[in-house]
């Protein structure tokens, strides 16, 4: 039997690896993945407690992100798509026309 | 049993995680989040969660990913264009600093116990179910909506802008 804390910590693991992929890394396509697995690691913490405190408002709430992660990628990656086609580029360092 | 499976999925899915983060290719670097995903809905299941479980397979490994997947298939990048940016330093400082965060983090969950009492049907589709169309109607039919716009806008988005 495994002590429910320990996938709250798994959670924090995953959380933590994905923002530092968000932060660190240029490749568009590489931090939307990263987001997801944020968004990933977010849901196993709610499925976490839901499981603790016995309530399934942590399923739906969990359902409903699976939901709201699928509607973010896909506009994410048809900004990306016309990004792409007009730029040539996924590498977000090279979008600075708004710079100087 | 549980503890083995646990141990398995937890450190698979960890270790993908962080290769996720890791490659120069997108491409495995979906690969590598499809495997992670598959990892979280073993863990769902071990944490009593089968609808959950099945929902996230379906739906997130299912489709989600297999859309990024399409899409970076269909992006077509040059072996050139991929490298790891950031300096060896700073990926040394960025583990580091991820690190502390997670030992500040774990630091503030404390140890339950091992077997929480669960109602008989925990889990299930009908609980979810339940739950969804009589307390959580309305963040249901926003998502409903929410969903809407995403399909509009993507279409909206990826239309080629004729000159």
């Given at each position: 039997m495994i002590p429910v804390p320990y996938y709250l910590v798994i959670s924090a693991v995953l959380f933590i690896t994905g923002a530092i992929?968000?932060?660190?890394r240029r490749n568009a396509l590489i931090m939307l993945m990263s987001l997801e697995l944020m968004l990933n690691?977010?849901?196993?913490?709610?499925?976490a407690y839901a499981r603790m405190l016995n309530d399934t408002g942590g399923h739906v709430i969990v359902f409903l992100n699976?939901?709201?992660?699928a509607?973010?990628?896909?506009?994410?990656?048809?900004?990306?798509?016309?990004?792409?086609?007009n730029r040539e580029t996924v590498n977000i360092d090279h979008l600075n026309l708004m710079r100087h | 049993m549980e503890?083995?499976?646990f141990w398995i999925f937890a450190v698979v899915g960890m270790g993908c995680g962080f290769l996720v983060v890791w490659h120069r290719n997108p491409m495995n670097s979906a690969i590598y989040l499809v495997i992670t995903m598959l990892c979280l809905a073993g863990l769902y299941v071990l944490l009593m969660s089968g609808f959950?479980?099945?929902?996230?397979?379906?739906?997130?490994?299912?489709?989600?990913?297999?859309?990024?997947?399409?899409?970076?298939?269909?992006?077509?990048?040059?072996?050139?264009?991929l490298q790891r940016e950031g300096s060896t330093r700073a990926w040394l400082l960025a583990g580091v600093v991820g690190l502390v965060l997670v030992f500040r983090l774990a630091g503030l969950f404390s140890i339950g116990d091992a077997n929480p009492p669960a109602a008989e049907d925990f889990g299930t589709i009908e609980a979810v179910g339940a739950s969804l169309f009589s307390t959580y109607l309305l963040p249901f039919e926003l998502a409903?909506?929410?969903?809407?716009?995403a399909v509009i806008?993507?279409?909206?988005?990826s239309k080629r802008m004729t000159p």
């Open positions: 992929g968000v932060l660190m690691a977010v849901n196993l913490s709610f499925v699976i939901a709201v992660a509607a973010e990628a896909v506009v994410g990656l048809a900004i990306l798509l016309t990004i792409f086609r | 503890a083995f499976l959950v479980a099945t929902v996230q397979i379906l739906i997130y490994a299912g489709a989600v990913m297999v859309l990024m997947l399409f899409v970076i298939m269909m992006l077509n990048l040059r072996a050139d264009s409903a909506v929410l969903l809407l716009i806008g993507a279409v909206i988005l």
